[in-house]
């Protein structure tokens, strides 16, 4: 059973500041890595997705990278805003029969303070 | 292009009812997964629909039941409702040709109370 682990729970940091939110998962046989963003009472906004055969991926500020051999991955966000504050989910996708179902981790609450 | 979208968006029930959340998936689509998310969790896989038919459950019980419609637009019922149902319910579709899937893309919930 596939087990995903968000660290830390929670980050605050002042503005400007370049951070990684870390992610690790139990069983390796995944199909991509996805992460998403979610505001307060709101649904989620993908951020990136790392297929299984790739290392990373990059989008504006967004960086996030695949180990899938120690089982992590990053979510690298460099120069940070007070509008990236936000709740960060990473969700691995088991593939195959399965590839509608992702199992995530808990979250990580980052706060950015002007 | 239209994305995801719920509704009701917002909705209280109380114990003992029944609830039907509708879905529809983003042009293009032909696959749709419902999830639940608890206040300060990961969201939990209920199911997914691949061509109207289950194709995948979660650790749910049997009073979760779904539909997926020709159009590939969907609905989550549930049955029975307890306290703890309470939670935002989360659909997202994605492209699944032969078992192989890219990106999923979510909806902005519906948040459902029970009392």
């Known amino acids: 059973k596939q087990e995903v682990t968000q660290i830390p729970a929670a980050l605050s940091v002042p503005e400007g500041e370049n951070l990684v939110l870390n992610c690790s998962f139990t069983d390796s046989a995944i199909y991509n890595l996805q992460w998403f963003r979610q505001d307060p009472g709101k649904g989620l906004t993908s951020l990136l997705l790392?297929?299984?055969?790739?290392r990373e991926q990059t989008s504006g500020r967004l960086n996030a990278s695949l180990d899938k051999s120690s089982g992590r991955s990053t979510l690298y966000i460099a120069a940070s805003q007070p509008g990236d504050s936000a709740t960060y989910l990473c969700?691995?996708?088991?593939?195959?029969?399965?590839?509608?179902?992702?199992?995530f981790g808990q979250g990580t609450i980052l706060t950015v303070h002007p | 292009e239209t994305g995801v979208t719920q509704s009701p968006t917002h909705l209280i029930k109380t114990r003992g009812q029944q609830v039907t959340l509708r879905c529809s998936s983003q042009s293009g689509h032909n696959t749709v997964s419902w999830y639940q998310q608890a206040l300060g969790q990961g969201p939990q896989f209920i199911f997914q629909y691949y061509r109207e038919e289950e194709n995948g459950r979660g650790n749910f019980p049997p009073r979760f039941s779904g539909l997926q419609f020709p159009n590939y637009s969907s609905e989550l019922n549930v049955n029975a409702l307890e306290l703890d149902d309470s939670a935002l319910y989360l659909c997202?579709?994605?492209?699944?040709?032969?078992?192989?899937?890219?990106?999923?893309?979510f909806g902005e919930g519906s948040r459902l109370t029970v009392l």
């Open positions: 969700a691995a996708n088991a593939g195959g029969t399965s590839y509608g179902k992702l199992t």
């Open positions: 790392i297929q299984s055969s790739q």
């Open positions: 997202a579709s994605s492209s699944g040709v032969g078992g192989i899937t890219g990106e999923l893309f």
